[in-house]
Structures are given as structure tokens and as C-alpha cells.
């Protein structure tokens, strides 16, 4: 059962991502105006952030309790760890640490520009996106087997 689970909050993760950087956030930005676009796109951001927390935590969480159970095989340091662990790291790092940034860089406080801080974020959704689709292409097979029996 619980690598049922596994196999359906990764997947909902990556569905997740996947609809906001292809779907919500371009159409914000194609049929809103610019400033309001952009705090619907930060609303988002900020709702996925928090989601990406509960579900990589949940999930490594599962990894764990599934190892420790013997119903997968390998290292604890499995990519069903190090995944979602990864996930959460470019989480922190690109929405909870570059957005403080990115609010001064739009107040002309510090160093980096937005753009540049944009880009730097932009390249970690990118990792944490790829980190989980990876994730949900790997559990799957294993909740195929699961189905089977």
C-alpha cells in the first residue's frame, strides 16, 4: 500500500510542477496584466513551496519506513531519497532564500539584479522539476509490480 502511495504523491508532485511552469504561470502572464500576473505567478510559487516541503518530507519519510521494511532493496541513500531530498534543497534555495533577494533587487537593494536573481531561480524550479519527474519515473515500476501481485 504504501508504495502505492509513494508512486502517487510523486507523481501528483511532478503533475504539479509541470502545470505551473507549463500551464499557470506562461498564461498569467499572456492574458493578465504584467503586476498582477506576477503576484498571482509569486501566489503560486509560494503555494508550491510549501507543498514541495510536505511532499518531499512525506516521501522520504516513505522511502525510509519502505527500506527499513525490506520492500525496496539497496542503499539507504537511495535515489528515492536523495531525490526528494534534492527537491527540498532546491526548494529552499530558490524560493525561500533568491525571493527575499528578488523583492530587494526589485527595491534596488543589493548586489544582484532581478534578472539575474529570476534566472538563478528559474534554474532551480528547472533542477527541482527534473529532480521529481526522475523520481515519479523511478517509483513507477515498482508500483506497476505492486499491482501485479
Known amino acids: 500500500m504504501l508504495l502505492r502511495i509513494r508512486a502517487l504523491l510523486a507523481t501528483l508532485w511532478a503533475g504539479e510542477l509541470l502545470t505551473v511552469a507549463l500551464l499557470a504561470a506562461p498564461n498569467a502572464f499572456a492574458t493578465l496584466e504584467r503586476a498582477v500576473a506576477g503576484r498571482y505567478v509569486g501566489r ?14 512525506l516521501l522520504i519519510l516513505m522511502e525510509r519506513r519502505l527500506h527499513r521494511d525490506g520492500e525496496v532493496g539497496g542503499s539507504a541513500m537511495s535515489a528515492g531519497f536523495l531525490l526528494p531530498l534534492l527537491a527540498i534543497g532546491f526548494t529552499a534555495a530558490g524560493y525561500y532564500a533568491l525571493e527575499p533577494m528578488m523583492e530587494a533587487a526589485r ?30 519515473w523511478r517509483v513507477m515500476p515498482r508500483f506497476a509490480s505492486a499491482l501485479r501481485t
Open 44 to 57: 503560486l510559487f509560494e503555494m508550491d513551496a510549501r507543498f514541495a516541503l510536505v511532499a518531499g518530507i
Open 107 to 136: 527595491q534596488g537593494q543589493g548586489s544582484w539584479t532581478f534578472l539575474q536573481l529570476h534566472a538563478v531561480s528559474l534554474v532551480f524550479f528547472g533542477l527541482r522539476t527534473l529532480a521529481v519527474c526522475v523520481l515519479a
